[in-house]
Structures are given as C-alpha cells and as structure tokens.
C-alpha cells in the first residue's frame, strides 16, 4: 500500500481540476447560446485522464529560477461540438445538450468529491485507531 | 479556481439577456408610438451578442471559455408601416402617420427567448455554487 500523502487522492485530485475545467468551459458555451458566430467546444475527458498517466507528459521545476508554467491546462486539447442542426447565424450551441453535459459534469464533479470525503475519513479513523 | 470563472461567465450571460429583455419591452412598449415622419418614427431595437475571451492577459496558453457581452445595439431596417389617417391629430400634411416597424409575434418570442436563456444562466450560477460549497466543505 502505497502511503504518500501525495498520491492520497488518486486520480481525483486531478479529475477535480479537469471536471472544473470543463464545468467553465461548458458555462461559456451557454452563456453564448445566443451569440452569432459564436461555436461550442468541450474537450474529451476520459482522453485527458489518459495523457495524465504518462509521466513523460510532465515536466518538474529542479531550480526555483526555472520558467514554470501551468502544466494541468496544457494537456487539454478542445474541440469543436458537432451542430446538430444549422442555425442561421452560425451559433453551433444547443442549450439542451450543454445543460445535460454540465449536469452530467457536476454529477462527476461530486462523485469525485464523494471519494476524497471518503479517502479522507477512512485515513482519519486509521489515524484515530478507531 | 475554474469554477468561480463560471461566475463571471453567467453573470455575463444574464446582464446580456437583461439588455435584451430591456430592449423588447422597449420595442412592445413603443410598438404603437405614431410620429409624423419617418425620422421621429421609433424603430425596433435589438442587441448584438459578442464573446468576450476571459483572462486574455493572465494566461499564454488558448483559454477557451468565454463571457458575452453586448458589442452595440442595432435599429432594424425593416419599413416602418405607412397609414393613411387625415383625422389624426399627428398626421402630416399629406394625410400620412407613421407607425414603428416592431413585429410584436417577434419580440414574443424573443422574449421567451432571452427569458429561457436567463433561466440557464441561473440554473449554471446555482449549479456551480453548489460544486463549491461542498468543495470547501472538503474533510469535514
């Protein structure tokens, strides 16, 4: 079992930072329903989780001079929703399906939580010797 | 945090479809205001919705989320409905008055329109504000 305080949290550490992500990319995609022009993008989540587990994919600061840089939005590439209807002024958001997306989102957001609250309490009573 | 940008992102959302709502009970409002000529003559109104990028300068890298913001408001271009009234008291001195060019079954459903989306943008407000308050509520 491994017992670093880092990896307490497993993937959800990093899922809640992603899950955010998308919540707010999401939120300007129905903020924008109305917007001329304007084109919905999300991002694939599971594939994102999957780059994260390559260690290669991150990179460390050795120096405290060293340029850092945000590495978690990097490994984020957004794309394109595919309309399902044409609309006349080029707007590509269906408010129906972000509202379900962000639901579906806010649902993996607490399922996520869920878990660190659980991780958390488990390590507490083993501490406590309960 | 990204989720407290969702703030920032529906409170946009919601001060846009404010000036909407504004503008078409301005337009139902005035929808039987008679001028004399076309110049006096109201015309409907709409807004214009633009994206605005959020945090342009604080990020380097294609931040994709983006508020909305009224870039301008435009008079339609429509014609304005010409009548022929002699006894009317604002009528010309052909005999004509000039009524704005507001569709009413239009701004209806614009209104139903922007009402929804306001909805939604309260729906995501509340929504976030929730996923926070339970993440600040972490370990207890």
């Known amino acids: 079992m491994t017992t670093t305080i880092d990896s307490l949290f497993g993937v959800h550490e990093q899922a809640l930072i992603y899950r955010s992500k998308r919540a707010e990319i999401l939120a300007s995609n129905m903020a924008n329903a109305d917007t001329p022009g304007y084109k919905a993008r999300d991002f694939d989540f599971k594939s994102v989780l999957n780059t994260l587990k390559t260690p290669s994919a991150r990179v460390d600061q050795t120096h405290h001079q060293h340029i850092g840089f945000d590495q978690t939005p990097a490994a984020v590439s957004l794309a394109y929703r ?10 590509t958001v269906d408010a129906k399906v972000e509202q379900a997306q962000y639901a579906e989102n806010a649902m993996d957001y607490q399922t996520s939580l869920r878990f660190v609250n659980g991780k958390i309490s488990s390590y507490l009573s083993a501490l406590r010797g309960e | 945090m990204s989720l407290y940008n969702i703030f920032d992102i529906a409170g946009s959302g919601m001060s846009a479809q404010t000036t909407r709502l504004n503008l078409v009970a301005s337009n139902m409002a005035n929808a039987d ?44 271009q429509a014609p304005l409905r010409q009548e ?14 000039f009524k704005p060019n507001v569709n009413i079954v239009e701004e209806m459903a614009n209104m139903m329109s922007a009402s929804q989306s306001y909805k939604n943008n309260v729906e995501m407000l509340n929504t976030a504000k929730q996923l926070l308050q339970q993440t600040i509520k972490i370990g207890q």
């Open chain 2, 33 to 76: 205001t008679v001028s004399s000529s076309t110049g006096e003559t109201y015309r409907a109104r709409q807004p214009v919705f633009a994206a605005v990028l959020q945090n342009e300068v604080s990020s380097h890298q294609q931040s994709a989320a983006k508020s909305v913001r009224v870039s301008g408001v435009v008079e339609s």
């Open chain 2, 84 to 97: 022929f009234a002699p006894q009317h008291p604002m009528a010309n001195d052909e005999g004509y008055i």
């Open chain 1, 82 to 91: 595919i309309p399902t209807s044409a609309s006349l002024d080029g707007n």
